[in-house]
């Protein structure tokens, strides 16, 4: 997003502000309806599945995604959103449209499966809180789009490698992280499971 805001921002303030404010708005607006599912599917789970169960079924799901994560093979659909609307729709529309696919987490690629992770413990424990948890999500990515755009400006088209490292690099080293980070959730949730 930021090679696109970023351009916007530098030779049209305003357009690139409507299309980070149409970036926040879609957001909350998909957290909001992926939050209705996501909830009906975590009430069915905390009545059909006893606490125990759901523990040790959150330790293997987390070690998955650590392993998926390790592997360079985080779940998603192999999909972006759609770059061809940076050309037809107007910058607070394309904000909006892109906000919302993004939120919606199952419409396009992911860089780790910490999203996952943390979605299947809201699923397993936390039916009250997934809208929250979702609609703060969604507006924490697009706040953290906005000041990334606004303090660092780029001229980059969005289909340029920049210098240095390239994304694939950067989307290895987030990936092991990601993976080391699920181990240990996993590992730990695993032991705090058996001293219970």
Avoid at 85 to 104: E, Q, R, S
Avoid at 120 to 144: E, G, K, M, Y
Wanted: net charge positive.
């Amino acid at each position: 997003m930021a090679g696109v805001a970023g351009p916007m921002l530098r030779y049209d303030r305003s357009g690139g502000i409507r299309f980070l404010l149409g970036l926040l708005i879609g957001g909350l607006l998909g957290a909001a309806v992926l939050a209705v599912p996501v909830y009906l599917v975590s009430v069915a789970v905390q009545a059909v599945v006893p606490e125990p169960a759901r523990w040790v079924l959150l330790a293997v799901v987390v070690a998955g995604f650590a392993l998926a994560d390790f592997t360079q093979r985080t779940p998603h659909v192999w999909r972006q959103v759609p770059q061809s609307l940076v050309n037809t729709l107007p910058p607070g529309a394309l904000g909006l449209v892109w906000g919302f696919d993004l939120a919606l987490l199952f419409t396009t690629q992911k860089t780790t499966s910490l999203i996952w992770a943390g979605l299947a413990a809201l699923v397993l424990f936390s039916p009250a809180l997934v809208p929250t948890a979702l609609i703060v999500v969604a507006a924490l990515a697009a706040i953290s789009m906005v000041l990334l755009s606004l303090r660092v400006p780029t001229t980059t088209p969005i289909h340029e490698e920049k210098k240095g490292r390239r994304w694939q690099d950067w989307q290895r080293i987030l990936r092991r992280a990601s993976g080391t980070t699920l181990v240990v959730a996993a590992v730990a949730q695993g032991l705090l499971t058996i001293w219970a």
